[in-house]
């Protein structure tokens, strides 16, 4: 790939701008650091315009790299649909990441209780096995947050109607509760909400969410929730939207404190 990139003439940063990455995404790529996703070795190829001679092996070749890349979520291959896997793919490689959610408590973090009452409702038809290895699942994906090197960084933005919600039980809702207060003073983790008192601003069908990668601002994939399931997003003009929708969603949520304060009258409603 480094050698069809160099009789292009074009730099990695050069690449890296055409495909939405960074330069230091496409050396890594190219020395093996780092696998491609499926997007970027796509793109890669229509870049360097790749005779249809050479991809059938450049494609073998990033099959087996990514076979060989493993990550812990290939354990539950069995468990988790295709584009379950990919937005936990874009969540490993992702530097940060902005979400909206109007009625949940973001999956990365809630606590196993709360997100045992969830998966319940959101997956009735699976059974008690599979319910326990989907939250398994959400309790190994928090490991970002809480990573000593390079942990993920989350901008969550959600309603009051998120926090008042009792999933799993009165007890259980007070300790998600309390968790968020906990989790909301690590420097990595920004939580705000948006009160009821502020009305249509906050209203928003469904739940997104944004990936920033290598220190990049703007998003460089979405994932955006439905009744039908997830929908991908990755084109331009649809990132450049929710990122608008993200503005004006943190401009009418109440500031960080402010929402600790939210949250900790909600727990005296409640006690």
């Known amino acids: 790939m480094r050698r069809h ?15 939405g990455c960074s330069g230091s995404k496409i050396s890594r790529i190219e020395t093996g650091d780092r696998s491609a996703n499926p997007d970027d070795f796509s793109r890669l190829m229509e870049l360097y315009d790749i005779p249809e001679t050479q991809q059938g092996y450049l494609e073998q070749v990033f099959r087996v790299g990514r076979r060989r890349t493993r990550e812990w979520w290939h354990a539950y291959g069995d468990e988790l649909s295709k584009n379950y896997a990919e937005h936990i793919a874009l969540e490993h ?3 940060r990441i902005f979400e909206y959610q109007q009625a949940f408590i973001p999956a990365m973090l809630q606590t196993e209780a709360y997100a045992r009452a969830v998966t319940s409702v959101g997956y009735a038809a699976l059974g008690p096995d599979q319910i326990d290895t989907h939250v398994e699942i959400k309790m190994k ?5 809480q990573a000593a090197d390079g942990p993920l960084h989350i901008d969550a933005v959600i309603t009051e109607a998120a926090l008042r919600f009792q999933c799993g039980g009165p007890t259980a ?4 509760l309390r968790h968020l207060r906990d989790v909301m003073s690590r420097p990595n983790v920004n939580l705000r ?27 460089t994939a979405a994932n955006t ?11 331009a003009l649809g990132l450049r939207r929710l990122s608008r929708l993200s503005t004006h969603l943190t401009s009418a949520a109440l500031t960080a404190e402010e929402s600790t304060a939210l949250i900790t009258r909600i727990e005296k409603e409640l006690t």
């Open 5 to 19: 990139r160099e009789e292009r003439g074009l730099s990695a940063e050069e690449v890296g701008t055409e495909i």
């Open 93 to 95: 490689e992702a530097d």
């Open 141 to 145: 994906r928090q490991r970002r947050i």
């Open 173 to 176: 809702h007070l300790e998600q």
């Open 193 to 219: 909400v948006i009160p009821f008192t502020q009305g249509a601003s906050g209203i928003v069908t469904g739940g997104y969410t944004l990936f920033m990668t290598d220190g990049q601002e703007n998003p």
């Open 225 to 235: 929730e439905a009744v039908a399931g997830t929908i991908h997003i990755d084109d």
